[in-house]
């Protein structure tokens, strides 16, 4: 029996109907995909809770720079750990490239019923694609 199970999310995040079952994701993958949705729901951006979410314009794309690495390495930690079933981050870093104004930050997180998640994210202050992040069940 699943731990926890989300309706899956298409390519471009919505949600998939039609397919009975297979319209689910369970367990690490359910884990994944609410990191996933909880990284790409930037501050300001939910009518419910303005509060909520990951602050890309407050607090990361508008202030991104070499010394600033470890300030956005921790906003993005705490939205991360936010999430349920994520019990701890290992092997956590972050670069910021000055020549390509990009920021790269990257951590594995391990899952409360098992398993890990890669997580890596990149992105500039000219910010156009739809999601930096990448989100990949590792282990389970």
């Not at 300001?44 to 202030?63: S, Y």
């Not at 020549?99 to 899952?111: L, M, P």
Request: glycine share 10%; aromatic share 12%; net charge negative.
């Amino acid at each position: 029996m699943p731990t926890v199970v989300y309706r899956r999310l298409s390519s471009s995040y919505d949600p998939v109907y039609g397919q009975g079952q297979n319209d689910f994701v369970q367990d690490i993958y359910a884990v994944a995909q609410a990191v996933m949705t909880r990284l790409n729901m930037w501050a300001e951006e939910w009518w419910a809770d303005l509060n909520d979410g990951l602050p890309m314009l407050q607090g990361i794309l508008g202030v991104m720079g070499a010394g600033q690495g470890n300030a956005i390495g921790l906003l993005i930690q705490q939205r991360i750990l936010g999430t349920p079933y994520v019990s701890s981050l290992f092997s956590v870093t972050t670069t910021y490239n000055a020549a390509t104004r990009a920021y790269t930050f990257s951590c594995q997180a391990n899952v409360s019923f098992g398993g890990i998640i890669q997580i890596v994210g990149t992105f500039t202050n000219t910010q156009t694609n739809v999601s930096p992040w990448q989100v990949t069940p590792v282990g389970g």
